[in-house]
T-cell receptor
Framework: AQSVAQPEDQVNVAEGNPLTVKCTYSVSGNPYLFWYVQYPNRGLQFLLK??????LVKGSYGFEAEFNKSQTSFHLKKPSALVSDSALYFC????????????FGSGTRLQVQP | GAGVSQSPSNKVTEKGKDVELRCDPISGHTALYWYRQSLGQGLEFLIYFQGNSAPDKSGLPSDRFSAERTGGSVSTLTIQRTQQEDSAVYLC?????????????FGPGTRLTVL
């Protein structure tokens, strides 16, 4: 079985400050990890993924995430938050073989204050 | 190019009625997925299509739920005898069907409300 934990329901950060949204995972096998963002009344928008290679991956809108195998984590980061980054963020995982369905975390609401 | 589209965007129905939700994947994407997003259960996988066949139906919650895909493109999710607990946002995603195509691209969803 695979699972994803996003321990924070909400993260508050001031505009211009760095932000981190936490994600840990559990899979049997090698993980493929994803971050998606959801704006109100919209579908999920792909931000970035880790498949293999460099542990630091860069994605859309200045976001990046670091894969840490020993801590089974894949935290999302951005050096300088914007008010427009305020949204719901989902971490997701699947294994590298077999089942293709994504397992999602419960989501973290990011609130960036001006 | 166009993204994944879903229709209707909103559907209100009465308990016991059947509903059909439609998904148009990105052109050329042979893999198609249905997920459900609800307040109580979060984001849950329902079913995965590769072409017209469904090798993974493990997420369908009951036999009231079924899905089909024709012509390797459009998919329809059908819920029979709807119940209030079926109220959720139903999301469709598609991806290239190759082993190296990992990213699923999501549509805007259909919000289903069962009264």
């Amino acid at each position: 079985a695979q699972s994803v934990a996003q321990p924070e329901d909400q993260v508050n950060v001031a505009e211009g400050n760095p932000l981190t949204v936490k994600c840990t995972y559990s899979v049997s096998g090698n993980p493929y990890l994803f971050w998606y963002v959801q704006y109100p009344n919209r579908g999920l928008q792909f931000l970035l993924k880790y498949i293999t290679g460099d542990n630091l991956v860069k994605g859309s809108y200045g976001f990046e995430a670091e894969f840490n195998k020993s801590q089974t984590s894949f935290h999302l980061k951005k050096p300088s938050a914007l008010v427009s980054d305020s949204a719901l963020y989902f971490c997701a995982v699947r294994v590298d073989t077999g089942r293709r369905a994504l397992t999602f975390g419960s989501g973290t609401r990011l609130q960036v204050q001006p | 190019g166009a993204g994944v589209s879903q229709s209707p965007s909103n559907k209100v129905t009465e308990k016991g009625k059947d509903v059909e939700l439609r998904c148009d994947p990105i052109s050329g994407h042979t893999a198609l997925y249905w997920y459900r997003q609800s307040l109580g259960q979060g984001l849950e996988f329902l079913i995965y299509f590769q072409g017209n066949s469904a090798p993974d139906k493990s997420g369908l919650p009951s036999d009231r739920f079924s899905a089909e895909r024709t012509g390797g493109s459009v998919s329809t999710l059908t819920i029979q005898r709807t119940q209030q607990e079926d109220s959720a946002v139903y999301l469709c995603a598609s991806s290239l069907g190759t082993e190296s195509a990992h990213t699923q691209y999501f549509g805007p969803g259909t919000r289903l409300t069962v009264l």
